[in-house]
Nanobody, 124 residues
Framework: QVQLVESGGGWAQAGGSLRLSCAAS????????MGWFRQTPGKEREFVAT????????AYQDSVKGRFTISRDNAKNTVYLQMNSLKPEDTAVYYC?????????????????WGQGTQVTVSS
């Protein structure tokens, strides 16, 4: 059974930092792109960041560019999202997702595996 388990969410003040982790089990994602998405009540799940299989290529939503960094450790089957200079509008449930392909994907419909989500709350 494939599982993606997020951790590291919580509360932060505006301007602060949080680091999310996503540990995969049940299969290796070393050859697959991974991504982070987020969702707030009443809104569609939105793309945040994606990374290719090797970690050599990344892409971000415009609103998080320069503040968030996605990375991965294939030896640990884990992907990370470092979030700096947090803003109240970053408040959401953050989801880790895995694809079955090596190249980056921004469309959530192209992801086959999802974590349960972790809440991030940023106060002003």
């Amino acid at each position: 059974q494939v599982q993606l388990v997020e951790s590291g969410g919580g509360w932060a003040q505006a301007g602060g930092s949080l680091r999310l982790s996503c540990a995969a089990s049940g299969r290796t994602f070393s050859f697959n792109a991974m991504g982070w998405f987020r969702q707030t009540p009443g809104k569609e799940r939105e793309f945040v960041a994606t990374i290719n299989w090797s970690g050599g290529s990344t892409a971000y939503q415009d609103s998080v560019k320069g503040r968030f960094t996605i990375s991965r450790d294939n030896a640990k089957n884990t992907v990370y999202l470092q979030m700096n200079s947090l803003k109240p509008e970053d408040t959401a449930v953050y989801y880790c997702a895995g694809t079955s392909v090596p190249r980056m994907r921004v469309n959530p419909n192209e992801y086959d595996y999802w974590g349960q989500g972790t809440q991030v709350t940023v106060s002003s």
